[in-house]
């Protein structure tokens, strides 16, 4: 059974940064592509950034130059650093495969919680 493990999460002041960390228990890693999704209270999960087998990558425009995705083959691992933090980038943020509709997607793991305070 596929499992995703993320960490990293905390309490952030507005203009700080975090980065957060997703170990993935898949023996095809390398050649998947991964995502970064969040939920914030009261609010459907949403895509944050997504990163193709190739290195490449692609953001939600309210998260573009602020956040990077990337991805460590040999560790199994996607990271996402995260500048600038906002008061509205407080959710609980998830990684997954590479999904189009995350608020139709039942299978996640625990997540991990970022709160940023104004």
């Known amino acids: 059974q596929v499992q995703f493990v993320e960490s990293g999460g905390g309490l952030v002041q507005a203009g700080g940064s975090l980065r957060l960390s997703c170990v993935a228990s898949v023996s095809t890693f390398r050649s998947n592509p991964f995502g970064w999704y969040r939920q914030a209270p009261g609010k459907q999960r949403e895509f944050v950034a997504h990163?193709?087998?190739?290195?490449?990558?692609n953001y939600a425009e309210s998260v573009t130059g602020r956040f990077t995705i990337s991805r460590d083959n040999a560790k199994n691992t996607v990271y996402l650093q995260m500048n600038n933090l906002k008061p509205e980038d407080t959710a609980i943020y998830y990684c997954?495969?590479?999904?189009?509709?995350?608020?139709?997607?039942?299978?996640w793991g625990q997540g991990t919680q970022v709160t940023v305070s104004s």
């Open positions: 997954n495969w590479f999904i189009v509709r995350p608020s139709s997607y039942d299978a």
């Open positions: 990163i193709f087998n190739s290195g490449s990558t």
